[in-house]
């Protein structure tokens, strides 16, 4: 019987031995902290919850619907947020995903899907108690995001978190001039360098291209903007038809 022996390097001979790939939850340690709070803190989950919570900000809002804030924001975290993140940790508890970073383009298509479908329903929250067209315009574009990003995801790994910002971007300027008419200066502004220190921490993190990074938040800001605008006018012609 012949015994089957380990190959000894030679002497002299270099050993030389493969790194093994760290795992995402490793390489996150040796991230720089502060561009990963940013990225949590600008993630694409929780733009819905802040572009309704800029309403009761920069429009009239706080005065339509004065002490209601919470009824407001109540259904839209658990859409946008909870049910997204709830859905995402089961599918990593399954192995249908590798990471709850979404760092790979196949794990993504999923968890657009539960995305979707949780801001459909709640499009329909929203529709149901007969809200302005141009609000459900707002929750509209993200759907009609979801849908653009994940097919581009098919081929070509587009930055969710600026597709999220510009989106967020898109839709307040749009509130602003084709329904309120208002134009809140400083808020453009922090609205803006946000989004710029966000870009920035995507590509320090290396997560993106500037490539991804500049085409997801234009591709955010052009949808939510005439989205908007069209369910701002939308609502225009119907009123005047009732007229």
């Not at 694409?44 to 572009?51: E, I, V």
């Not at 581009?152 to 597709?163: D, E, L, R």
């Not at 999220?164 to 208002?182: D, E, F, P």
């Given at each position: 019987m012949i015994e089957e022996k380990e190959n000894l390097p030679l002497i002299g001979e270099t050993v030389v031995r493969k790194k093994v790939p760290a795992s995402p939850e490793q390489a996150t340690e040796k991230e720089p902290l502060l561009p990963r709070i940013i990225s949590i803190i600008l993630h694409?989950?929780?733009?819905?919850?802040?572009?309704v919570a800029l309403l009761f900000l920069y429009t009239d809002f706080n005065l339509?619907?004065?002490?209601?804030?919470?009824?407001?924001?109540?259904?839209?975290?658990?859409?946008?947020?909870i049910v997204p993140i709830t859905g995402i940790y089961f599918?990593?508890?399954?192995?249908?995903?590798?990471?709850?970073?979404?760092t790979e383009r196949q794990d993504r298509l999923l968890p657009y899907i539960i995305t979707f479908f949780a801001y459909a329903l709640l499009i329909y929250y929203?529709?149901?108690?007969?809200?302005?067209?141009?609000?459900?315009?707002t929750l509209i574009a993200p759907l009609?995001?979801?849908?653009?990003?994940?097919?581009?995801?098919?081929?070509?790994?587009?930055?969710?978190?600026?597709?999220?910002?510009?989106?967020?971007?898109?839709?307040?300027?749009?509130?602003?001039?084709?329904?309120?008419?208002?134009?809140p200066f400083f808020l453009f502004i922090i609205l803006f360098i946000l989004a710029g220190c966000l870009g920035v921490s995507r590509l320090i993190l290396g997560r993106h291209t500037p490539a991804q990074v500049y085409a997801g938040f234009l591709l955010g800001f052009a949808v939510s903007y005439i989205c908007v605008w069209i369910g701002a006018y939308w609502g225009v012609l119907l009123f005047l038809k009732n007229v």
């Open positions: 694409p989950l929780l733009m819905g919850a802040y572009g339509l619907f004065a002490g209601q804030f919470f009824r407001f924001m109540s259904p839209v975290i658990f859409f946008t947020c599918l990593k508890k399954a192995g249908l995903i590798n990471s709850y970073r979404l929203f529709y149901a108690a007969k809200l302005y067209i141009w609000f459900l315009s009609i995001l979801i849908i653009i990003t994940a097919i581009i995801n098919g081929f070509w790994k587009i930055s969710a978190h600026m597709v999220g910002i510009g989106g967020l971007i898109g839709c307040t300027l749009s509130v602003c001039y084709n329904v309120k008419g208002v134009n």
